[in-house]
């Protein structure tokens, strides 16, 4: 089972990034995307429980992000819109089959993680 993170980059504040999250070896009924800057936990920005109706979003985020799922593809996807310089940091998604939904914010709820994409956002 692997998660591999890719999509992130250098932007400038005001642009957009797709962070995508592809799956092997199994399908995931739960994704979340975490991030983590220098000297920060890793902190929550997305997490998906099974359908689109649970989808719960950071407040530092929302109307800004927008999580997505292909399921044939078994791929999840970030789209992020105007990001912030204080969006910089190594995102990380996150899956699981056994998550409880009021677990979904927690980093230790989510049982399969992928390696991390760099974001960096100038101003």
């Known amino acids: 089972v692997q998660l591999q993170a890719s999509g992130g980059g250098l932007v400038q504040a005001g642009d957009s990034l797709r962070l995508s999250c592809a799956a092997s070896?199994?399908?995931?009924?739960?994704y979340a995307w975490f991030r983590q800057a220098p000297g920060n936990e890793r902190e929550f920005v997305v997490g998906?429980?099974?359908?689109?109706?649970?989808?719960y979003y950071s407040d530092s985020v929302k109307g800004r992000f927008t999580i997505s799922r292909d399921n044939p593809q078994n791929t999840v996807y970030l789209q992020m819109n105007s990001l912030k310089p204080e969006d910089t940091a190594i995102y990380y998604c996150?899956?699981?089959?056994?998550?409880?939904?009021?677990?979904?914010?927690?980093?230790?709820?989510?049982?399969?993680w992928g390696q991390g994409t760099q974001v960096t956002v100038s101003s």
């Open positions: 996150a899956a699981s089959n056994s998550l409880i939904l009021s677990t979904v914010r927690r980093a230790s709820a989510h049982n399969y």
């Open positions: 070896g199994r399908t995931f009924s739960s």
């Open positions: 998906y429980f099974r359908s689109r109706v649970n989808t």
